[in-house]
C-alpha cells in the first residue's frame, strides 16, 4: 500500500501563492488516480481537484477552478497542487488521497471520502484578508 506525506502548507495573505507537494511512498504512483481534499474547522472533508493516473486528465471542484492546478510527477512519485489567487476561504487543511485505478464505477475520478483508499496527514493552509 502506498504512504503519502503532504508539504508546503504554511500562512500567506489574500491573493497569494503556494504549492503543496504530495510525495508517495511504497508503491509506484502510477498505479493510483489522485486527489486533493480540504477540511475547514467544523466543516466536512470536500474535494478540491484530481488528476488520473497519467497526469492527462484532470478534475476540479468549481469554486478552485482555474485558480488551482493540479499536476504529478510519476518519477518523483510526487504530486502537486498550485494555488494561485487565494481567497480566506481556501483556509483549511488540506490532503492528498490514492485511489487504485481500475475500481469505482464509470469515472476515474473521486469526489467523495469514501471513494479513495489512502490519505496523507494534511497540510495547514492558512489565509488571511
Known amino acids: 500500500q502506498v504512504q503519502l506525506v503532504e508539504s508546503g502548507g504554511g500562512l500567506v495573505q489574500a491573493g497569494g501563492s503556494l504549492r503543496l507537494s504530495c510525495a508517495a511512498s511504497?508503491?509506484?504512483?502510477?498505479?493510483?488516480?489522485m486527489g486533493w481534499f480540504r477540511q475547514a474547522p467544523g466543516k466536512e472533508r470536500d474535494f478540491v481537484a484530481a488528476?488520473?493516473?497519467?497526469?492527462?486528465?484532470?478534475y476540479y471542484a468549481g469554486s478552485v477552478k482555474g485558480r488551482f492546478t493540479i499536476s504529478r510527477d510519476n518519477a518523483k512519485n510526487t504530486v502537486f497542487l498550485q494555488m494561485n489567487s487565494l481567497k480566506p476561504e481556501d483556509t483549511a487543511i488540506y490532503y492528498c488521497?490514492?485511489?487504485?485505478?481500475?475500481?469505482?464505477?464509470?469515472?476515474?475520478?473521486?469526489?467523495?471520502?469514501?471513494?479513495?483508499?489512502?490519505w496523507g496527514q494534511g497540510t495547514q493552509v492558512t489565509v488571511s484578508s
Open positions: 511504497g508503491r509506484t504512483l502510477s498505479s493510483y488516480h
Open positions: 488528476i488520473n493516473w497519467s497526469g492527462v486528465s484532470t
Open positions: 488521497a490514492a485511489r487504485r485505478r481500475g475500481v469505482g464505477g464509470n469515472r476515474w475520478y473521486g469526489l467523495f471520502v469514501h471513494e479513495y483508499d489512502t
